[in-house]
């Protein structure tokens, strides 16, 4: 996505906003509080075809419902929860990946990483729980990892590119 | 016996009264609070115990217009940031330069083949030079248009010409209030009056963290105080020594805008800019007999046809050096074409330096004509576009063909 933000001095600010299936958004945020978005249509960049005018209060609401605040999406790639030191998270395994199609005890995370893989999810929902070395990490499969953040850096380096 | 509050009370209660019928009929106030002075004042009638003369409140209401342009001034210094002048780039500094350049050409060119003394053709030049900010930001935010692409270029050709503004006024005040006839000694009063803006600006940044600390001052009331003491310390200052008071209250807003109290101030001066600022435009229309806007029907109707033209060319200019679109260029050129509050400070310039009388009651038209037709013509900027796509043809290789049979499908249904 782009975001190209200017000043509109005596109104506020503007951002044209250009997402990467192309749509196009202007967001202008008035210095009394109001928001305004206007949404351009594909063929003419001119005019736009719609727009929507927020307090600021509705606006916040809008921004915590489209940022997933009230509700988060289901395939979401990769979220953490911090517990502490400890974060766990998941992550999504593309057909792509190093470590996509290999075991556990091939990659020997737990030894170089410090992370711990706590359980695989796979494409059709078959769960494993605690997974032994054996487990292989298929593609398509969601793997939740426990450790610090440096050890969660480390995983992810091994999942993608091998040891790092 | 004393009704100056009553006096005083009548007046405001006529400029809300006005207000509120331009807001149902959704058109800009300024005209509005004008005519409703002009309507009034010694002309009027007394009925009963409403006097609409005006006759013992009017140097009231005048120093209370007096204070309105001090407060408008000194918010636009405020708003002012030299930080996003610089950061607003190149196109726009193109922009700005041809806008000033065509427009401020053209209103020598009126000034003096109308045939009019040096200091009036500059004052008429800069009143038809300057845009209304005012207008200009509430027309785009009331058509919404703020998301369109060339609302940036032109809010920079407004933030440019407020720039030419203040060095403007400075030169003309030393030349206009100074009332010295010899060029040396107008020379010597406009070179007082820059060395004073340079003055109080450098010694300003200087002392931003000195002010930083003075301003820090929780209580309300006292901060206030101290802010509105400084604003009229300088402005009255800066009147002692021939330049124009509104340059002293736009100095040192622009000195605070760098200060961390800027939105502070901007929000506790807010509400008087409002309410002086209308009083401002009311007691201009107050000074003027509606019987003697004749002599200057002719001169305002040309300058505003210049006006037309100059603009547009210029937005057309601006535009396309800037890569939008020709119907872009267009909105520009109608947008800014709307003239206000700068247009009336100058001729009250005019006035406070005892030039020719014809000056406020030009200006009253002016601006009263384009105040009211430049929002309109923002309005129905497509339809203007249009017509003169079709008398110029505009070069727009890609919306050119589409446009026409658009226009013909409008007309059958």
Do not use: C
């Not at chain 1, 494993?128 to 992810?156: D, Y």
């Not at chain 2, 845009?131 to 407004?158: P, Q, W």
């Amino acid at each position: 996505m782009h975001v190209r933000e200017s000043d509109l001095p005596g109104i506020g600010k503007k951002f044209v906003i250009e997402t990467r299936g192309g749509d196009k958004a202007v967001v202008i945020i008035h210095d009394d509080g109001r928001r305004e978005i206007y949404h351009f249509s594909y063929d003419d960049a001119e005019e736009s075809v719609s727009m929507i005018s927020m307090d600021d209060d509705e606006a916040r609401q809008l921004a915590a419902i489209v940022g997933g605040l009230t509700y988060k999406p289901k395939a979401l790639e990769t979220i953490d929860i911090a517990l502490d030191e400890l974060i766990i998270e998941w992550y999504h395994i593309e057909p792509n990946y190093y470590g996509a199609g290999k075991s556990i005890g091939q990659l020997d995370v737990r030894q170089t990483s410090g992370a711990t893989i706590i359980a695989v999810v796979e494409k059709n929902q078959g769960k494993q729980i605690n997974p032994g070395p054996g487990v292989i990490i298929t593609p398509g499969s969601t793997v939740v990892v426990a450790g610090e953040r440096q050890q969660q850096r480390l995983f992810k380096q091994i999942l993608l590119n091998g040891s790092g | 016996m004393n009704h100056l509050v009553f006096e005083v009370g009548l007046a405001i209660a006529l400029i809300a009264a006005a207000g509120l019928i331009s807001s149902k009929l959704r058109f800009s106030v300024i005209p509005f609070y004008i005519l409703v002075g002009m309507a009034v004042g010694p002309h009027a009638m007394q009925w009963w115990h409403f006097d609409f003369r005006f006759i013992e409140s009017a140097p009231l209401i005048e120093f209370m217009g007096r204070i309105g342009v001090l407060f408008l001034l000194f918010y636009l210094g405020l708003e002012f940031s030299v930080g996003r002048l610089i950061k607003s780039g190149r196109s726009i500094a193109v922009g700005g330069t041809i806008y000033i350049g065509i427009n401020f050409t053209l209103g020598l060119l009126l000034g003096f083949l109308a045939g009019y003394p040096t200091a009036e053709t500059l004052v008429i030049a800069g009143i038809t030079t300057i845009s209304s900010s005012a207008i200009v930001a509430k027309v785009l935010v009331d058509l919404k248009r703020t998301a369109n692409a060339e609302t940036e270029m032109i809010l920079g050709i407004i933030m440019f010409e407020d720039v030419f503004l203040a060095v403007y006024i400075s030169i003309l005040s030393g030349l206009v209030l100074s009332g010295s006839s010899s060029i040396g000694g107008v020379l010597l009063s406009a070179v007082i009056a820059l060395g004073f803006m340079l003055v109080v600006l450098i010694v300003g940044r200087q002392a931003v963290p000195l002010l930083n600390r003075l301003l820090n001052i929780r209580s309300n009331e006292l901060f206030s105080l101290v802010i509105f003491g400084a604003l009229f310390l300088l402005a009255g200052f800066s009147e002692t020594i021939h330049v124009a008071e509104a340059i002293g209250a736009l100095l040192l807003g622009l000195v605070l805008a760098e200060t961390e109290h800027a939105k502070r101030i901007e929000h506790l001066i807010l509400p008087f800019r409002d309410f002086f600022g209308a009083i401002f435009f009311f007691s201009f229309g107050l000074t003027i007999d509606p019987l003697a806007l004749g002599g200057a029907i002719w001169l305002s109707l040309i300058a505003v046809i210049i006006t037309l033209i100059g603009n547009y060319t210029a937005g057309m200019l601006a535009g396309r050096s800037a890569g939008l679109s020709s119907k872009a260029s267009s909105n520009i050129g109608l947008t800014i074409v709307s003239r206000g509050e700068f247009s009336i400070i100058l001729a009250n310039l005019g006035k406070a330096g005892g030039l020719m009388t014809i000056i406020q009651p030009f200006a009253a038209l002016y601006v009263l004509i384009l105040a009211i037709l430049g929002p309109l013509l923002t309005k129905e900027s497509k339809h203007v576009y249009n017509f003169l796509n079709r008398i110029f043809k505009f070069k727009d290789s890609k919306s050119k063909k589409k446009a026409d049979p658009i226009i013909l499908n409008e007309d059958h249904s």
